[in-house]
């Protein structure tokens, strides 16, 4: 059962390009979203994250959108530096339920930006 | 600030033994969680502590348990163990569980079954 999904194992993109990341799930208990960026023998790396009252959150360069009614949600990374390539992870949590306190995680999706 | 460390960084078990894996939070951080990752999937939940008392458990067997000491460190203990173990372990901690708290993670013990 797998409850965050992304269906992009993986991503190429030109340097100072736009890198569209997507993420759906289907657990519509879950209202806090995250991305996590991974590099190889490090721990995945906090990103930037959005509430599901929120539709849009912007930190720098990554934007993340939540479209609640497709249960979809999409990290920006504009512009793309090589610097980005690294495994990007979407993840999910809820309040109450069994969700409560956990995240559930994607399968990943390796973003590769060249120069 | 330090981040999330986590001991050892590398570990060889072969079937049978147990092992215990050692995190401490961030400072000012009560809430501690335990993840497994295999290759070529996402993390997978495995415990939460917050102020000593689990907080949650995931999808895993018995062999598997934890604790969480006064100052906050957690240990994850895996007993009989089976190659199907073999994976990184993640630690990964937050100010208090649940809510709009984004977890910060340690880099990982990495733990291979022979």
């Known amino acids: 059962d797998q409850q965050v999904k992304q269906n992009s194992p993986s991503l190429s993109v030109q340097e100072g390009r736009i890198s569209i990341l997507n993420c759906d799930y289907t657990n519509s208990m879950f209202d806090y979203f995250l991305w996590y960026k991974k590099y190889p023998a490090e721990g995945p790396t906090f990103l930037i994250s959005i509430s599901s009252i929120k539709d849009k959150n912007e930190d720098g360069r990554f934007t993340v959108f939540l479209n609640k009614s497709a249960k979809h949600l999409s990290l920006h990374i504009v512009p793309s530096q090589p610097g980005d390539s690294a495994v990007y992870f979407c993840?999910?949590?809820?309040?109450?339920?069994?969700?409560?306190?956990?995240?559930?995680f994607g399968q990943g999706t390796i973003l590769t930006v060249h120069p | 600030d330090a981040g999330v460390t986590q001991s050892p960084t590398h570990l060889i078990k072969t079937r049978g033994q147990h092992v215990t894996l050692r995190c401490s939070p961030i400072s000012g951080h009560k809430s501690v969680s335990w993840y497994q990752q295999v290759l070529g999937q996402g993390p997978q939940f495995i415990f939460q502590?917050?102020?000593?008392?689990?907080?949650g458990r995931g999808n895993f067997p018995d062999r598997f348990s934890a604790r969480q000491f006064p100052n906050y460190s957690s240990e994850l203990n895996v007993n009989a163990l089976l190659l199907g173990d073999s994976a990184l372990y993640l630690c990964a901690s937050s100010r208090r569980p649940g809510g709009n708290q984004p977890q910060h993670f340690g880099d990982g013990t990495r733990l291979s079954i022979l």
């Open positions: 502590y917050y102020e000593k008392e689990e907080r």
């Open positions: 993840a999910a949590s809820g309040d109450g339920g069994t969700s409560y306190g956990k995240l559930t």
